[in-house]
């Protein structure tokens, strides 16, 4: 079965940093995008981040450029986001997405990240 596990949120102070990791299993890792989606309380969703097979190329939302950075271990089949200079607009449960042909047929069961003013 397709599974992907988000882990590594929590709470921290603003300015705090944080390193979510999502570990991906039933699946050729590798020949996949995969991108970070997070959704604030009583929120929609919001892509954060996006990174193509082998990393070569990322995409960030506007909010978490320069301070989020995305990555890739096809190794250990486990997708990064680092994030610094948290705010508390980041506050959010994020959820790593596999990246299907009509959209993203499968998520991580998500991970809170709650940033603290």
């Known amino acids: 079965d397709v599974q992907l596990q988000a882990s590594g949120g929590g709470l921290v102070q603003a300015g705090g940093s944080l390193r979510l990791s999502c570990a991906a299993s039933?699946?050729?890792?590798?020949?996949?995008?995969i991108t970070w989606v997070r959704q604030p309380l009583g929120k929609g969703f919001e892509r954060v981040s996006y990174?193509?097979?082998?990393?070569?190329?990322?995409i960030y939302t506007d909010s978490v450029k320069g301070r989020f950075t995305i990555s890739r271990d096809d190794a250990k089949n486990t997708l990064y986001l680092q994030m610094n200079s948290l705010k508390p607009e980041d506050t959010a449960v994020y959820y790593c997405?596999?990246?299907?042909?009509?959209?993203?047929?499968?998520w991580g069961q998500g991970t809170q990240v709650t940033v603290s003013s």
């Open positions: 997405a596999r990246n299907d042909i009509g959209g993203y047929h499968y």
């Open positions: 990174i193509a097979p082998g990393g070569g190329r990322t």
């Open positions: 039933g699946f050729t890792f590798s020949d996949y995008a």
